[in-house]
């Protein structure tokens, strides 16, 4: 059919053509699928639909007429080249096909453990780092405790070794002076009988 001819190619090679029009495969589009399809563009075209798919929501039908939905098992080979994230931080990945002139979503069969990121406890996290901090207080102040105390024995000790050393005499403190004083009268005489 010369209607879907451009430069002698039909559809450009990337594509059936049926009644004069290009139906095109599913990476190109275009009268005579020439041009080729950013994903992302056509992954925010249909993530309505796939919003209210994965959420269950009941009004799909407003969004997405004549849109097919399969889902497909967790398969590690097969490459989905759109995702989208809800509100909770999950990851739902698929694909658009286009087949026999219908769109079909490609959805990934979603797994609660993979597609979502672990929920961190923030009680556990914050009782952690306080008795962290705590426990570092702690043994800071034992080692400083323990090391004064290790200290003051060698003093004490040395103290005692120091006062056995010692030999002083027996003296009387100069400062201190005798309450009994004597004196002497040079007039008086002493008589002996």
């Known amino acids: 059919n010369t209607l879907c001819q451009k430069d002698e190619k039909n559809c450009n090679n990337r ?42 929501l009941k009004n799909c039908s ?10 497909s098992p967790q398969n590690h080979g097969y490459k989905y080249n759109c995702q989208f994230k809800t509100p909770n931080n999950c990851k739902y990945y698929y694909n658009i096909l286009n087949e026999n002139k219908n769109i079909i979503l490609k ?15 923030l009680y556990v996290i914050g009782f952690g780092i306080s008795g962290g901090i705590v426990a570092i207080g702690l043994i800071i102040a034992g080692t400083l405790y323990s090391l004064n105390l290790i200290y003051e024995r060698r ?16 003296d009387e403190n100069p400062l201190y002076k005798s309450k009994q004083s004597v004196y002497s009268n040079s007039g008086y005489r002493k008589i002996n009988f």
């Open 15 to 56: 594509g059936k053509c049926e009644c004069g029009k290009c139906f095109c495969n599913d990476e190109y589009e275009g009268k005579f699928c020439e041009e080729k399809i950013d994903m992302i563009p056509v992954c925010s075209r249909y993530i309505e639909c796939v919003d209210c798919y994965v959420l269950k």
């Open 62 to 71: 407003l969004f997405c007429n004549n849109i097919m939905y399969k889902v």
């Open 107 to 121: 959805v990934k069969e979603f797994q609660k453990d993979n597609d979502c990121p672990k929920q961190r406890n």
């Open 155 to 170: 003093n004490w000790i040395f103290f005692l070794n120091e006062k056995q050393r010692s030999s002083w005499a027996k």
